[in-house]
């Protein structure tokens, strides 16, 4: 009678025994990664600034861009586009006809 409760007894072990390791094993390997990740949070976080900043100096140069062209469709050109100025001298109309 005392084998095969031993033998349930051990096996009852071995599958604590697995579970409570491969939980550790998780739990270990869980950390690793933790720690891994914890370390490269702060040059992770320099990259996002510099992009960031990038990003920022390319709208502020589109938007000086922007403004610039503004302004100068504004303003207009130095040419004269609109042609020959009307002289001051009086014109001469033909008498009605009755």
Do not use: C, N
């Not at 409760?5 to 739990?27: D, N, P």
């Amino acid at each position: 009678m005392e084998r095969p409760l031993l033998t349930v007894l051990l096996l009852v072990g071995l599958v604590i025994g697995v579970a409570v390791g491969s939980a550790y094993a998780r739990a270990r390997r869980g950390w690793t990664d933790y720690q891994t990740v914890k370390k490269s949070v702060p040059g992770a976080r320099r990259g996002a600034w510099s992009l960031i900043r990038a990003m920022a100096v390319k709208a502020a140069v589109i938007a000086l861009l922007l403004f610039g062209a503004v302004a100068y469709a504004a303003v207009g050109s130095d040419e004269e586009t609109a042609g020959p100025v009307p002289s001051q001298s009086p014109t001469r109309s033909e008498p009605p006809h009755r």
